[in-house]
Structure formats: structure tokens, C-alpha cells
């Protein structure tokens, strides 16, 4: 795939005046709802004490939001003599007085979330933090009115722009966001990378030639290879110069980091304003069934109704529930290609997708080299009883009988035995319960979200 024109900084200065029409708020607009936050943020001054300051944080604070995605993160401060029972408390009686439809949501720490004059507005309860001195933390979103100071007292203009077209990629990309389900970037790492990188062209080229895991050090003075050893396990670490101890892109998955780079790798060889602004449409039932007919594999569907919890543990436990049963599926010789999940009108869906609906009743297991003495007659002791054993290419070999030939066989032993093959405990009855469809019976209505998704995984490489 190559594009009419080479991606040069002369092209993307073109394509980038476009995109920013879509994406960059006009004067007036901007004017007009930091009217409203500023309103919203001095009623609550006014009936706070003196010494809790309230503030406007996030990115509509920083400018860096994108037009059709305006909200408000305003931040309740407290000095630590006030317990976090007090922070919590105290914040939703007076938030409750000005917000339409409030509800309390739950990250680490409960907030309250709610509209005001047609706006979301999320009003979070935290401790106050001085500049300068170390950061001691005492609620997880602490740090937030330090990360709003440092990039206001950093970033330019320009790069305030490129924040927005790097969110928008992102979002196209469907990797925008540090919740669990995404296990994406968040808007502070955006705001970052564009700062380190200098802009959005720059951050392309560049990402198209990291080594895995990627170390930025925002400040400088830690060596990439220091940095992969405090921060050992996560594929991309970008200090935060706030809190030198902690990694901003810690929430990112190696399968989004990877969508990323390849996204970046695509974006250099078919440079395209239509990238940015896509969107997937839900496949109808007929392409969803040529498709999957085309295949030839096995489609195999579990539907359960949602279970109450908060979004970041239920897909924390459906992350880990699909990997549990496509690697069963792999063990057991059913060979899965990929899974989805998808959590749609008050149902959860699992998807999965397998080479092979049927296997032979028996399997070959390949055994040690027969120099290897102890271990060979080991083998021999274990296969000796099985269908059938030998020797091929200088090695033991047995035939075994295979315990599972059917796909649903297996399943069936999943919905039996759930936490045995690594179901999460969270999700194992619904799991047990589940209605499961395969082939054609998995393709009805309320399938077509998750189907969509998981046979159009190109469009979020931006193809």
C-alpha cells in the first residue's frame, strides 16, 4: 500500500490545517463554555471553607480537548487535616447542589459525576499538594492539579493543537483511554508525548522505530536501560516529571502499544485526513454471515447478562477470562485465532474463533531424544499403555487418545469447572450460566456489535 504522496512535513502541515477544523474549538466556542465551568467552579468556592480551593483541571483546563468531546474535571482540595472520609462527604453535599442527574462513580476513589448546563462534569475530592516539595500521596488523583500546572507552565500553542490531532488518532484507532477495557493512552501521556516529541509528526516518525518496551525519560537523566529495570513489566514507560516514581503509561497493553506503532507504520506509507475521521459502522446480518462463511472456522459465542460493578473490574475480569479460554482452546488442539469481548444493551459477549470445530480421537505428542536416557524412559514408562509408540526423527513419540474432539465438548467443561481453567472467580457463575451459539446460531441482532468488531480488526490500524 503506498500513498500518491510521501509523508514530508510539507504534507502534513496540509493535511493537519484540515484535520484542525474538525477537532480544534473556535474562539467564541471555547469562550463561551469556560463561561460555564468558571460558573460552576465559583459557586463551589463560594460555599466551600476558605482554605479548600477548588480548581479546574484536566483537559479542557489545558486546552488540549477536542471540540466534539467537552467536559469538565473540577477538583476539591483539601488540606490533610481533613480525613478522606471528610473529602469525600464534604465534596458530593456541595457538588449535589448544582449538578443535574449526579451519580457517585468509582475509579480508585468514589467521585461525583453529573451535568451542569448541558456539560459532563466529573467533581473529584483530593488532597491539596505544594509545588517543589516531594509528592506524598494520599488519594490516587492527588497528583492531577500538579499534572495540569506542569503541562500549562510547558506546552506551547501549537502543541496544544497537536495534542488534539494525537486524541483523535488515538480515538480512531480505538486506544484512547487508560480504563481497562481499552488499556490505552491517557490524555496526560498525550499530553506528554507531544511535549518530549515536539509534535504530532514528529511523535509518528519517531514511534515508527521503537524497540519494545520503550523508555522515555520526560525530564532526562535516567538512562533507557535504568528505566526498564524500575519499571520491569510494562511496554511503554514515560516517567511522570511530577512523580519520578511513577510510570504515566503504565495503563497501556503491549496489543495497544503494538496498534500504535503498526497505526504510525500505516499512517507514514498512506498518509490520509479520512484516517482521522472513519467510523465503524455495525455490519448488518447478511455481510456479517458472508464473512464468517468465508472464513471457514468456528465461531464460538457466550452470552450473559451484565453483572453490577463498576466497568474497570468487570473488564478487568472478561480480559482475563478470554485469554483463560482461547489458551484452552489452544491446549486442547482447537487452535483460536483471536477472541473479543464486548459489553452491549445489558449483555456481556465473549467471541471466539477457531481453526478447527472437530479433531481426530487421537493426538500425536512428540516426546524427548532418545539420548536422553532418565527422561526417555520416563516417557516410555507414562506412553507405554496409549494407542500406539515409536520413534521419528530420533525422538519417542506416542499417540495418545485426545480427551476433547469437540468444540462444545470443551466448552461444556469450562461452564462446568470455570475457575479450574482460569475463568475469574468475579465472572465464573455468569460464565457457568451462559447461553453459548456457534456457527450460523451465534449471528442474530444483538451479536452484530461484537461481530463488527472482531471481523473489522483493520480499521483500527486506520485501514
Known amino acids: 500500500m503506498a500513498g500518491k504522496e510521501a509523508f514530508t512535513r510539507e504534507v502534513w502541515e496540509k493535511m493537519r490545517a484540515q484535520i484542525l477544523k474538525e477537532v480544534r474549538p473556535t474562539p467564541e466556542m471555547h469562550a463561551e463554555v469556560r463561561k460555564i465551568a468558571d460558573e460552576l467552579v465559583d459557586k463551589l468556592n463560594k460555599i ?81 499538594l505544594r509545588e517543589g516539595e516531594p509528592v506524598r500521596v494520599r488519594s490516587a488523583v492527588d497528583r492531577t492539579q500538579l499534572h495540569t500546572k506542569y503541562v500549562l507552565s510547558k506546552i506551547t500553542e501549537r502543541q496544544k493543537d497537536d495534542v488534539r490531532i494525537l486524541k483523535k488518532f488515538l480515538k480512531r484507532l480505538g486506544i484512547y483511554g487508560a480504563e481497562i477495557k481499552t488499556g490505552g493512552f491517557s490524555g496526560y501521556l498525550c499530553e506528554l508525548l507531544i511535549m518530549k516529541y515536539g509534535s504530532f509528526y514528529d511523535l509518528i516518525m519517531a514511534a515508527r522505530k521503537w524497540q519494545f518496551p520503550v523508555a522515555i525519560d520526560i525530564e532526562g537523566g535516567r538512562s533507557e536501560r535504568l528505566l526498564r529495570a524500575l519499571f520491569k513489566g510494562d511496554v511503554l514507560i514515560v516517567t511522570d516529571p511530577v512523580d519520578k516514581k511513577r510510570n504515566v503509561a503504565s495503563p497501556v497493553s503491549a496489543d495497544s502499544l503494538s496498534k500504535f506503532v503498526a497505526a504510525a507504520h500505516v499512517f ?115 506412553e507405554m499403555n496409549n494407542f500406539d509408540i515409536f520413534v521419528k526423527d530420533e525422538r519417542m513419540c506416542a499417540v495418545r487418545k485426545r480427551k476433547f474432539t469437540a468444540a462444545l465438548q470443551l466448552v461444556a467443561d469450562i461452564q462446568a469447572n470455570p475457575l479450574r481453567y482460569g475463568v475469574s ?9 451462559a447461553k453459548v451459539y456457534t456457527g450460523d446460531d451465534s449471528i442474530f441482532e444483538e451479536s452484530r456489535k461484537v461481530y463488527t468488531m472482531h471481523l473489522n480488526r483493520k480499521f483500527f490500524l486506520g485501514l
Not at 51 to 75: C, Q
Not at 361 to 382: K, S, W
Open 268 to 382: 507514514f506509507l498512506n498518509p490520509s485526513v479520512a484516517m482521522f475521521f472513519t467510523e465503524m459502522e455495525v455490519m448488518p446480518l447478511s455481510e456479517i454471515r458472508k464473512k464468517a462463511a468465508e472464513r471457514g472456522t468456528c465461531f464460538v459465542l457466550f452470552e450473559f447478562p451484565r453483572p453490577q460493578k463498576a466497568d474497570d473490574i468487570l473488564w478487568g475480569e472478561l480480559r482475563k477470562t478470554l485469554a483463560s479460554i482461547e489458551k484452552s482452546f489452544d491446549n486442547a488442539g482447537f487452535d483460536c485465532s483471536h477472541q473479543t469481548a464486548e459489553v452491549h444493551e445489558g449483555k456481556c459477549y465473549m467471541l471466539f474463533e477457531l481453526m478447527h470445530e472437530e479433531l481426530p480421537n487421537i493426538v500425536l505428542q512428540e516426546g524427548p531424544y532418545v539420548r536422553m536416557g532418565e527422561h526417555l524412559e520416563r516417557f516410555i514408562q507414562e
Open 48 to 128: 466551600s471553607p476558605a482554605e479548600i480551593e477548588v480548581m479546574l483541571t484536566g483537559s479542557f483546563a489545558k486546552e488540549t480537548y477536542i471540540r466534539s468531546d467537552v467536559d469538565f474535571d473540577i477538583f476539591v482540595l483539601f488540606p490533610e487535616k481533613y480525613t478522606l472520609y471528610d473529602l469525600q462527604n464534604m465534596t458530593f453535599e456541595w457538588a449535589k447542589k448544582f449538578l443535574e442527574n449526579w451519580e457517585v462513580a468509582y475509579a480508585q476513589h468514589p467521585y461525583l459525576r453529573g451535568y451542569y448546563k448541558g456539560h459532563h462534569v466529573d467533581v473529584v475530592p483530593s488532597y491539596k
Open 425 to 433: 472467580k468475579g465472572i465464573a457463575a455468569e460464565v457457568s450460566s
